[in-house]
């Protein structure tokens, strides 16, 4: 079954792009969005096995964007990313179901590693081990 793609959500291009193209690099299909809209119209029309998400976009934030699109795609796989960590920001994000958050800059192995343990947990529910 092949693996759904991953999708970027950050407004800075030089971070979309990086992230794009160590992902792109460690064999992912990626797509990316500028803001939250963006996002939520990609997410509406396609199935991605994990978002990548800024908390600080133009428009909806991050935090909104992750609780809309749980709402209406709740096997999603969220990996949060900021430049600006806050516990309070941590816990909601986590509490929306995030499965991890990293702090910018971004090592591109701790990235890597955790978008492999999403995409195995979101292949792993998809083939019947967790809830539809």
Do not use: C
């Not at 096995?49 to 796989?77: A, H, N, Q």
């Not at 986590?94 to 499965?99: F, H, P, Q, S, V």
Request: aromatic fraction near 4%; charged fraction near 35%; glycine fraction near 6%.
């Amino acid at each position: 079954m092949p693996v759904k793609p991953i999708l970027i959500v950050d407004d800075e291009p030089i971070v979309r792009e990086s992230l794009r193209d160590w992902l792109e690099d460690a064999g992912y299909k990626v797509e990316t969005a500028e803001t939250g809209e963006q996002a939520l119209e990609l997410i509406m029309t396609r199935d991605f096995s994990v978002i990548i998400l800024d908390i600080r976009l133009p428009g909806r934030t991050g935090i909104t964007v992750l609780r809309e699109v749980k709402e209406k795609k709740p096997d999603i796989k969220a990996i949060i990313i900021t430049a600006y960590p806050s516990s309070d920001l941590t816990a909601e994000a986590m509490k929306l179901g995030a499965i991890d958050y990293l702090v910018k800059p971004i090592a591109p192995d701790d990235l890597e590693r955790l978008v492999r343990e999403a995409v195995r947990k979101s292949a792993s529910e998809n083939q019947g081990g967790g809830k539809k």
